[in-house]
């Protein structure tokens, strides 16, 4: 079972709208044609589209996902990689977890190990 891109953002009222009342995005590129949002974008968008997912039979029910085409590129496309589309989730996971900011930064100050050996006569 392919997993679905989500739909298309609604049109924006004229004149712009969203963050900053800039224009409305760019459309996603079709996987394999070359499009405005650069090869990261395109790469990304034929992951989701070459998504597959599986629900385990039994009472975990686990759910497995990637992409499980064989490896191959065309010259456009590295077909059979997920790693963005594997980025993308973890960084969803990520986006959720509290981030307290009660790290404490030290630095270490130590001499120039270089320094000698630019007052060194060569």
């Known amino acids: 079972m392919p997993c679905s891109p989500p739909p298309p953002p609604p049109p924006r009222a004229a004149g712009g709208g969203g963050r900053g009342g800039e224009g ?15 090869e990261g974008q395109r790469q ?17 029910k686990r759910m497995r ?18 790693d963005l589309l594997i980025s993308a989730a973890l960084c ?16 270490v100050d130590i001499p120039d190990a270089l320094q000698e050996i630019d007052r060194a006569g060569w």
Do not use: M, N
């Open 65 to 82: 996902w990637g992409v499980w085409e064989s490896p191959a590129y065309d010259g456009l496309i590295a077909r059979g990689h997920d």
């Open 44 to 60: 990304f968008w034929c992951e989701v589209e070459a998504c597959q997912y599986e629900i385990t039979p039994g009472p975990a």
């Open 92 to 107: 969803t996971i990520v986006d959720k977890l509290e981030h307290p900011g009660d790290a404490v930064g030290a630095a």
């Open 24 to 38: 409305p995005s760019p459309p996603r590129p079709v996987c394999g044609e070359r499009g405005p949002g650069g």
